[in-house]
């Protein structure tokens, strides 16, 4: 039986008798995409770009994404970034007044721009997702890795490809067939030219016009690559950027490629095929506008005390603190790995969603891998590291291994800083970051009235109660920790923070006094995928302890650091209105509006962590690269075991 995501599954469940391609005939250009999960990228243009643009619209979705921009922490420091990300240096007002100024023919190009000028930035904290136009991802059957084969680094069409495009829903496959394109064979061939550059070339520009979400080029240019990941508790392979393209127009590609056992070079033009991943069902233009673009319940916030506007579903407050996410975003086209590729080695005991624990045939070496910190719960978490832990440690392992890799949910805060805490020992003290907000007058005048209504904290994120000094004691109630705000020059210009604040973080279970396992013999290993608080935790186990990282992949030449995105906290754009209802302040003239399209994600970096190295310097942009720099091969690439294997041999 084929294997996806769950994900897909219930998308494809979802569509009308499994049909590949619908043979509607109600009108507009929509029907001939409905009910189905995969369209030519023709038809589904000719579908997203039926909906003229609107200049209400537009009015109304900037109003919302300038005025979440007011929040952002990073803002100033994007007039001018240090290197090596000085690339996505932006004027963001400077961009929000062309794309006011822009004429578009369709709602679709207004989004578009949109949505490229936010993901310029190549900060995944930060991005404008338009349900209506990204529940389509575009794909391709020959996804790209860079091997070492013989000494030299190359770019290859997946050598898994076969077996990995198998477990994708029928209709995929069929589609090719039916235009005669034998895409199969290309499996592990060499590849010479994409689109008549050099094959890293063409890489270099992927990651520069299509990936985002990473500040750093070089982890931009691994994510562009095929690789490994757990989604769920599940082993899966993702695409890529090469082949798994998001909110893009782009039709087909044209490589020039050597197949294996060949000597002789042909040139392949292969169409991209859009599947989607999300959304509601439709039958005509109309009906899809209504069910994925316009606005509905859970469209925009609620105020968090009396529920008004609470979309069913969901409950007004949860039985304790809200959790602090510094989430990143898991790429929705992630298809089982192989079987042939999956670790045979036993798993040791309860392996849970988002850990899995093994011991290498060393019987020295134990791994953990972290597919995220977004377990159900913190308590839960919690518990899961210390099962973790205590098998490791009955097993007599004496080194550690952690492997991070694609690790892209990133989740929330405090598991990231309680696995810190347990490995550091409870005698090591705080294990997370310092951090500010950005205190606009807005905030400001949030965070007076969470302190006059004394909000508790399964209300707000902002009553001073979810915070603690940088000493590790509480903040009163009623202390106003952004009235008078830290005035500090950023790129000559003075912006405004709150003071500096640490976590407060419950910890269910004892915390050992020393750690469990010497941290000068534990290893931890990305591909750079590392997001958010995946990042954060890399960060502090590399500047307070010195930990030893590896990072696998990326172009030959090129640095690569070990963290992607490394911001702290993000908001989305439901939290940030329901911060603002709950104060009572959406009547104010610095309030955004509602947002009139429907289950559009803005979201935004809401707090900075700040560097143990450099205290002026959010870690987002201190360059920090890892020790050790491998190369995969076709023995390493996406085959988790062998990995870590040769991991586990000290160089």
């Not at 890293?200 to 080029?217: C, K, Q, R």
């Not at 090469?242 to 782009?250: E, H, I, K, V």
């Not at 890799?405 to 805490?421: D, P």
């Not at 279970?509 to 013999?521: G, H, K, N, Q, T």
Request: with cysteine; proline share 6%; charged share 15%.
């Amino acid at each position: 039986m084929r294997s996806f995501s769950l994900f897909f599954v219930q998308v494809f469940l979802a569509s009308s008798a499994f049909i590949v391609f619908s043979t509607a005939t109600t009108m507009g250009p929509c029907s001939q995409i409905s009910g189905s999960i995969f369209s030519p990228i023709p038809d589904l243009l000719a579908c997203l770009k039926s909906f003229p643009f609107n200049e209400t619209l537009r009015q109304n979705v900037l109003s919302v994404v300038s005025r979440t921009f007011d929040f952002y922490t990073f803002e100033s420091y994007y007039l001018d970034l240090p290197a090596p990300f000085q690339e996505s240096t932006t004027d963001i007002r400077q961009e929000l007044s062309r794309i006011n100024a822009t004429q578009y023919a369709t709602d679709y190009d207004f989004n578009k721009d949109l949505y490229q000028f936010i993901n310029s930035l190549n900060d995944g904290h930060t991005q404008w997702l338009p349900n209506c136009y990204v529940i389509w991802e575009n794909l391709l059957p020959i996804p790209i890795v860079s091997l070492e084969v013989n000494g030299t680094q190359n770019v290859y069409v997946v050598p898994d490809a076969v077996q990995f495009v198998d477990l994708i829903p029928n209709g995929f496959e069929e589609f090719y067939s039916n235009l005669g394109i034998d895409w199969a064979t290309l499996a592990g061939a060499l590849v010479t030219s994409i689109e008549g550059m050099d094959p890293y070339t063409y890489v270099d520009h992927i990651a520069d016009t299509v990936s985002g979400n990473f500040l750093d080029h070089g982890v931009r240019v691994n994510s562009v690559f095929s690789s490994y990941r757990l989604s769920g508790s599940s082993w899966s392979q993702k695409f890529g950027d090469f082949a798994g393209r998001l909110f893009s127009s782009t039709e087909n590609v044209t490589l020039t490629v050597v197949p294996n056992g060949l000597a002789a070079e042909e040139t392949v033009t292969i169409p991209f095929l859009a599947a989607r991943m999300g959304g509601s069902a439709f039958e005509d233009s109309a009906s899809y506008w209504a069910n994925n673009c316009a606005a509905g319940d859970g469209t925009n916030g609620v105020d968090r005390r009396t529920g008004s506007n609470e979309p069913s579903g969901r409950t007004t407050s949860t039985p304790s603190r809200l959790q602090f996410r510094g989430a990143g975003r898991a790429p929705a086209d992630g298809i089982g790995l192989p079987a042939t590729l999956q670790p045979t080695l036993p798993e040791l005991g309860d392996n849970t969603a988002v850990l899995k624990v093994y011991t290498l045939p060393d019987n020295e070496t134990g791994v953990i891998f972290v597919g995220s910190f977004d377990d159900a719960s913190d308590s839960e978490f919690q518990n899961d590291v210390v099962a973790a832990i205590q098998v490791l440690q009955s097993a007599g392992v004496t080194r550690l291994l952690i492997d991070l890799t694609n690790n892209l949910v990133g989740g929330v805060i405090c598991q990231g800083i309680f696995f810190h805490s347990y490995l550091a020992g409870s005698d090591f003290g705080y294990a997370g970051f310092q951090g500010a907000i950005q205190a606009n007058q807005l905030a400001q005048e949030i965070v007076t009235e969470d302190i006059a209504d004394q909000l508790p904290v399964d209300l707000s994120f902002y009553p001073p109660a979810q915070w603690l000094f940088v000493n590790g004691t509480a903040l009163l109630d009623n202390f106003n920790y952004v009235v008078p705000d830290l005035t500090e020059k950023v790129n000559g210009v003075a912006d405004s923070f709150s003071i500096r604040l640490e976590d407060m973080c419950p910890f269910y279970v004892p915390i050992p006094a020393s750690p469990p396992f010497e941290l000068r013999y534990a290893l931890f290993y990305a591909n750079g995928n590392c997001a958010s608080t995946c990042a954060q935790f890399a960060t502090n186990m590399y500047e307070r302890h010195n930990t030893t990282i590896a990072v696998f992949g990326g172009k030959p030449g090129l640095d690569m650091e070990y963290k992607g995105m490394a911001g702290y906290q993000v908001l989305v754009w439901t939290d940030l209105d329901s911060e603002i209802k709950t104060a009572g302040l959406k009547g104010d003239p610095l309030a955004p509006p509602d947002l009139h399209v429907g289950y559009s994600y803005m979201r935004h970096n809401w707090r900075t962590a700040y560097s143990w190295l450099d205290e002026k310097t959010p870690i987002a942009f201190r360059s920090e690269l890892p020790q050790l720099r491998f190369p995969y091969t076709k023995d390493t690439y996406m085959n988790p075991q062998n990995i870590w294997t040769y991991a586990s041999v000290p160089p």
